[in-house]
């Protein structure tokens, strides 16, 4: 993994130059969902995008092929994203009502296209085109402006000048296969792989397979394979908390994911959250007695997504197995001494590099194990902020609506209509981020950063002037209120005001649980009535939650609400 770094003795100790600089050609690298969203930013600033796509279409990461290609992300083909698709889809373009709640990853590119046709994104988009090298021009310190070299399908190299940078090629193009670290593994037998190279458990019949990692890929493919196999053995260094999609009352886990949960854990202590995490985990199936819990606590980590899998293990078709200690011949040998013999299949599921590598090594910063990125989108080091990187992030939330905040912003710097602060702020900013990170995340070389979905969102919002007012909508519309405090926060939220207005955000709100049932509606059945204590339950909840979203209010700003009591109307930008 090449990871380029700017040496401590070669930071910028000037601040930055302050005469603004026009942008209106863009580069953008890629068109999966961060190039897609990052054209559409583009153009709703009046700026024209260029977008380079070194494959023949769309999607990025969720375009099937049969045969993985270089240096290109790649998904198995019964492959199904696990965030429901209302937390998914991009803020002003719903999925469609009859869409399944989670979606194959044919709805997922079929969503894509839609999205592409319907803000004509197709035109702008150079297909079978590879960028070779992106290098700041001579003028930069005056112009900003960035040379691109690009190289299309017949290997004729063409150069162009970009007033600025996207960058949107994510971060599960390179895979980490790290053999060195499993003594023997030349004297294995049978055949081995990359989970990026899995397309399906067809090779796997009647095999005994061994699958080394635990997270949503190698689950993924334990489960899968074991359907086939005659035996399949999970092998984890540190173990996993295993999350189900389908959540109480069978609705999708992401309906969990509110502002008064995000409120509870600013309130509430880490530890005693972790407890209420890990027991509610525990209820479906214990952790220790499954062979599973992990060595960190629950919300140190984004957890593993599969339903599958725990009825896997207890039919006994999955046997979770602790980490290789060494490979022999066709026998995997575990550290606690056991082995497994005939072993037909290793499947490593280790997880991915990153790199940039058509940057200027000049250009990236690193901070710890990660390349430093101020708000995780800029580098800081930079004379001009006319470079900017989306979807290069990790949380507990979709990538997709993120990398449209992210986009957004940095079409909105891009214009002027945000100033960044100097080089030095930035770096301090990034190098507490990497503290923060560090000490609220279990964080390593191939997961070098993660960030709290909504925490993340808001803050970029607040920048951009999108994100919603929650104190005023309490005294103004607390129908829109309930809905923005209780319920999940889907990116509608952040159209409902400011740049990038959308008239349809406020319906989209309130017509969200409509979509979640309409692709279930397959049966007719009487609507069941709810009852009087149901009805006193739900008021008592809701009085509850209220409470303490006042309270939480006051606390942070005690001046907030006795101001919106003497003086209720709106803030003016």
Known sequence: MIIFALSRHTQLTHTRIKSFIMVHRVAVIGAGPSGLTSMKACLDEGMVPTCFESSDDLGGLWKFKEVSEPNRASIYRSLTINIWKEMMCYSDFPIPADYPNYMHHSKILTYFRMYADHFKLLQHIRFQTSVKSVKQRPDFSRTGQWEVVTENRDGQEERHVFDAVICCTGHFNYPNLPLKDFPGIETFEGKYFHSWDYKGPEDMHGKRMVVIGIGNSGGDIAAEGSRVAEQVYLSTRSGAWIIRQVSDNGLPVDMFNTRFVH??????????????????????????????????????????????????????SVIVKPNVKEIRGSTVVFDDGSAVENVDIIAFATGYNYDFPYLQSSVMYKSGHRVGLYKHVFPPNLEHPTLGIVGFIHSDGSIMPQAEMQARWITHVFKGHKKLPSNQAMIKAVENDTKDIEKNYIVSKLTPLQVDFVAYMDDLARDIGVRPSLPWLFFTDYPLFKR??????????????????????RRAIFTQFNRMYQPLKTRKLDAQQVSTAGHLMKLSLIVMATGAAIYYIHIRNPTTIPTLLSNLRPQTA
């Open 263 to 316: 409120i509870l854990f600013k309130l509430l202590p880490m530890r005693f959250l972790n407890w209420i995490g890990e027991k509610k985990l525990n209820s479906m199936y214990d952790h220790t007695m499954y062979g599973l819990k992990p060595k960190h606590r629950l919300f140190s980590q984004i957890p593993v997504i599969n339903d599958d899998l725990p009825f896997r293990i207890l039919s006994g």
């Open 484 to 505: 923005l405090m209780w319920g999940p926060v889907t990116s509608y939220q952040y159209r409902l005001k400011g740049p990038g207005k959308w008239e349809g955000a």
